[in-house]
């Protein structure tokens, strides 16, 4: 009997003990959530903004595109993508003048604290992503010929 007794008042002394012990943790777990989503995010902003510029940059290659078609094709990939407010340059701006072979350049950037699904950042305040693609521009379809 007085073995067991013994061990009812030991658990009685470790009453509340999980309790503290998730306080003290608590914090540190929530932080890591936070964080998973934080960078999650970004991550995913990063590949939406890769593929926008990919799809940019091809359609800059073609004879008949101009600056302003590519920046909105872009623009327009990223808002459909619900990542608004990207600033999208194309370069040269006047794509008449590069010659074939002559390298296109599509880049998209976009303040990480526009995209961001929290209410403000732990981590990755302030930063800036981008994404740049270069391409070749394309000959003209008169100059081809079969192998």
Request: proline share 6%; aromatic share 6%; glycine share 6%.
């Given at each position: 009997?007085?073995h ?5 008042s ?30 999650g995010r970004?991550l995913?902003?990063?590949h ?5 510029v990919?799809d940019?940059a091809?359609s ?9 078609e ?8 990223l808002a ?6 990207a600033?999208?340059t194309?370069d040269?701006?006047d794509?008449?003048?590069a010659?074939?072979?002559?390298p ?17 950042s732990f981590f990755l305040?302030?930063?800036?992503l981008d994404?740049?693609?270069?391409m070749r ?6 100059t081809?010929?079969?192998?």
């Open positions: 009997m007085i067991r007794f013994g061990a009812r030991h658990r009685k002394d470790r009453r509340g003990t999980a309790a503290v012990e998730f306080a003290v943790m608590a914090p540190f777990l929530i932080l890591l959530v936070f964080g998973m989503l934080e960078v970004a995913m902003v990063q939406l903004l890769t593929n926008a990919r940019g091809r800059a290659t073609l004879e008949s595109a101009t600056a302003g590519v920046e909105a094709q872009v623009a327009s990939y459909a993508s619900s990542v608004p407010g600033t999208v194309v040269p701006m794509l008449t003048t010659a074939p072979g002559d296109v350049t599509v880049t998209a950037s976009v303040p990480f604290d526009t995209v961001n699904w929290l209410p403000s305040e302030g930063a800036t994404a740049t693609m270069v521009r394309e000959t003209s379809t008169s081809y010929t079969e192998p």
